[in-house]
């Protein structure tokens, strides 16, 4: 329990000074490095499936020459003048048009779009909005599963993770007394591998991070076409 505890906050990006909030900064500065001549300009992000906290953790509000768009499922209201929100789904993202945004950006939402299909279509709507986009999701190959913080959850069967999740009370999703529930949960989070992300994004220039190619960090991995 104390191990599960710690691997908790060590996985828990909103808590200054864990290991996931100082990877998530990690990778900013990876994406700003990308983008640097861009992100000097005049510059539309839309942010796909986003918070207003995270903007605020990487210090990018009230940036004049920034104007960020947060695509979410779920209602925020902005403070700042360069931060716009937006209700809506990330695989039909119609109500902008094509080429809106000069950068899409997307932190670990990816795995949580759904089956194989709906991860498709994000991909086609990200390309459709943009020519440049910085897709973030965590690593199917990182041994402790970041959402229920257990050790090679993400590599047992199906019928296995709904019993743990029915039975167990994992990272911040608490205990599912339904195996029905439980079930869907777990088929609700999809992590993906290097391969099944180039071949859902199609060709184009994929960029190399660390030892392996579309820059697999241990943790995660990232897509950047600019």
Known sequence: ???????????KSHIPGSYAARLRL?????FKSLFKDVLEQNTRILDAGGTIQFWENMDFVNQVNIDITIL????????????????????DMSEFDDNSFDIVFSNSMLEHIGPVESQRKFAGEIKR?????????PNYYFPIEPH????GFQ????????FLLKHL????????RDYQQALNLA???????????ANQNGPGKVILVGEASLSCMWFSLELAFI
């Open 72 to 91: 979410n499922l779920d209602s925020q209201t902005s403070k700042y003048t360069n931060i716009h929100c937006v209700t809506g789904n990330a695989i």
């Open 1 to 11: 329990m104390l191990i599960r505890k710690y691997l908790w906050k060590v996985t």
């Open 148 to 151: 229920f913080v257990f050790f």
């Open 169 to 176: 009370d994992m990272a911040w999703f608490g205990k599912n």
């Open 187 to 197: 088929q609700s989070i999809r992590l993906l591998k290097k391969k099944v992300i």
């Open 129 to 137: 909005l943009s020519s440049r986009y910085f897709i973030q999701t």
């Open 155 to 162: 590599f047992l069967p199906l019928s296995w993770r709904a």
């Open 26 to 30: 990690r990778r900013f500065d990876f």
